[in-house]
């Protein structure tokens, strides 16, 4: 059964950069649409970035264009979220999850992607 683990989160200044990582286990990832989600406290969860199953596609919430960059490791069954100039508004909980597609709809409809990670903690702060 497919599990996802998100990892690379922490506590980083305003400007500054980092590296999540979304890495599956007990199946591959080549036959799924990633999408990256955050959630800040108090608020609905935000899907922020997808890339689809070949990589060529790729979609981001406006808030994040020019940021951020999604890509993916089919081989090392890994997908990856490059933040960068972050900002405190970026402070979340962020998540990836496998879906069909890529495209601003779908990042609009959470509940159309599966096997939720347990997310990873970013916090942005001086």
């Known amino acids: 059964q497919l599990q996802l683990a998100e990892s690379g989160g922490g506590l980083v200044q305003p400007g500054g950069s980092l590296t999540l990582s979304c890495t599956a286990s007990?199946?591959?990832?080549?036959?799924?649409?990633i999408g990256w989600f955050r959630q800040a406290p108090g608020k609905e969860r935000e899907g922020i970035a997808c890339?689809?199953?070949?990589?060529?596609?790729?979609t981001y919430v406006n808030s994040v264009k020019g940021r951020f960059t999604i890509s993916r490791n089919n081989a090392e069954n890994t997908v990856r979220l490059q933040m960068n100039e972050l900002k405190p508004k970026d402070t979340a909980v962020y998540s990836c999850?496998?879906?069909?597609?890529?495209?601003?709809?779908?990042?609009?409809?959470?509940?159309?992607?599966?096997?939720w990670g347990l997310g990873t903690q970013v916090t942005v702060s001086s």
């Open positions: 007990g199946s591959t990832l080549d036959n799924y649409a």
């Open positions: 999850a496998v879906g069909g597609y890529c495209s601003e709809y779908d990042l609009e409809s959470p509940s159309g992607f599966g096997s």
């Open positions: 890339i689809n199953r070949s990589g060529y596609i790729t």
